[in-house]
């Protein structure tokens, strides 16, 4: 089903979207399942309210900023989420695939807890954006206008970026800056048509 997909994957604030971006530019077609994700949460409004309350329901919309601080703070209510949602994003996930499949080309499936969800994408090659711990921290506070404490819960929510690392087929360094990002996008680049 997979056979030419490479997983995207980081931790939150490590730079994966600018990463993807780059990587767009330079040829590959890219599934988002964030953009998934945010389709089906609003196509799940009514389930989510029922479960959660209608008080995360704002306009016929899911106040994703409300929901997100509660299920970031208490797991079960982050499984009873996960449990709605996932379903749903892999089947998109896969029909998207299907019609990439057809080009016989590497494509990238940019799916950020491709490793919290183990066994959830028969998926062998795997790309981790990487930047370290505390580089992550002061990134997600500052773009997200959070305080330590929140922006550390959302991290911890998710496998430590050392370990993604670790299990990643292609690493992109996003430690620096801009330049330095578009040079490591473009030696994995190299590297991932070296392979395959």
Do not use: W
């Amino acid at each position: 089903m997979f056979k030419h997909a490479i997983v995207l994957t980081g931790g939150i604030a490590t730079g994966k979207s600018t990463a993807a971006a780059l990587l767009t530019l330079s040829g590959f077609r890219i599934i988002d399942a964030d953009k998934i994700a945010h389709r089906v949460l609003e196509s799940s409004h009514a389930e989510i309210a029922k479960l959660f309350g209608g008080e995360y329901i704002v306009d016929g919309k899911v106040d994703r900023k409300k929901l997100g601080a509660l299920v970031f703070a208490n797991r079960q209510k982050r499984l009873e989420l996960e449990a709605i949602v996932h379903p749903k994003i892999k089947a998109e996930i896969e029909q998207q695939a299907k019609k990439q499949e057809s080009f016989g080309k590497p494509y990238l499936i940019d799916i950020p807890l491709f490793f919290e969800r183990e066994g959830a994408y028969d998926i062998e090659k795997v790309i981790v954006v990487y930047a370290p711990k505390e580089i992550q921290l002061q990134r997600l506070m500052s773009r997200d206008a959070l305080s330590e404490e929140e922006a550390l819960l959302r991290i911890n929510a998710q496998l430590p970026i050392e370990q993604k690392r670790e299990k990643a087929t292609f690493v992109i360094d996003n430690s620096k800056d801009l330049l330095h990002l578009q040079k490591e996008c473009e030696r994995v680049k190299k590297e991932i048509l070296a392979c395959m």
